[in-house]
């Protein structure tokens, strides 16, 4: 398995980004997909998740009516869309995938312990 991350890079605070993460060497339509984020000094930290079919998502709290997570299921592509960032929100930002062939197509996992594939992160940096 691997995912690819990309779309990050220096910004200036009010911005939008958008994130792109290709996997490739799983059945994408069976995992669930998600973003986490990790700044310098800071705990890995959870910001998105999307279910099987696209259908259902949920954010961190603090992030929620600024980011936007989607994917195309037919480009294996997992997207996160970054709107009016803000110099806290630099990161390096790293997308994962979670198995869940066994469960309902509209479950999202929102806790990194379900992710068992993880790209190499793509770094985020949001200038005042």
């Known amino acids: 398995v691997q995912l690819q991350a990309s779309g990050g890079g220096l910004v200036q605070a009010g911005d939008s980004l958008r994130l792109s993460c290709t996997a490739s060497g799983l059945r994408f339509t069976n995992y669930v997909m998600g973003w986490f984020r990790q700044a310098p000094g800071k705990e890995r930290e959870f910001v998105a998740t999307?279910?099987?079919?696209?259908?259902?998502?949920e954010y961190a709290d603090s992030l929620k009516g600024r980011f936007t997570i989607s994917r195309d299921n037919a480009k294996t592509t997992v997207y996160l869309h970054l709107n009016s960032l803000k110099p806290e929100d630099s990161a390096v930002y790293f997308c994962?995938?979670?198995?869940?062939?066994?469960?309902?197509?509209?479950?999202?996992?929102?806790?990194?312990?379900?992710?068992?594939?993880w790209g190499q992160g793509t770094l985020v940096t949001v200038s005042s």
């Open positions: 994962a995938a979670g198995p869940a062939y066994f469960r309902h197509t509209a479950t999202i996992y929102n806790s990194a312990r379900e992710y068992k594939s």
């Open positions: 999307i279910s099987r079919d696209g259908d259902n998502a």
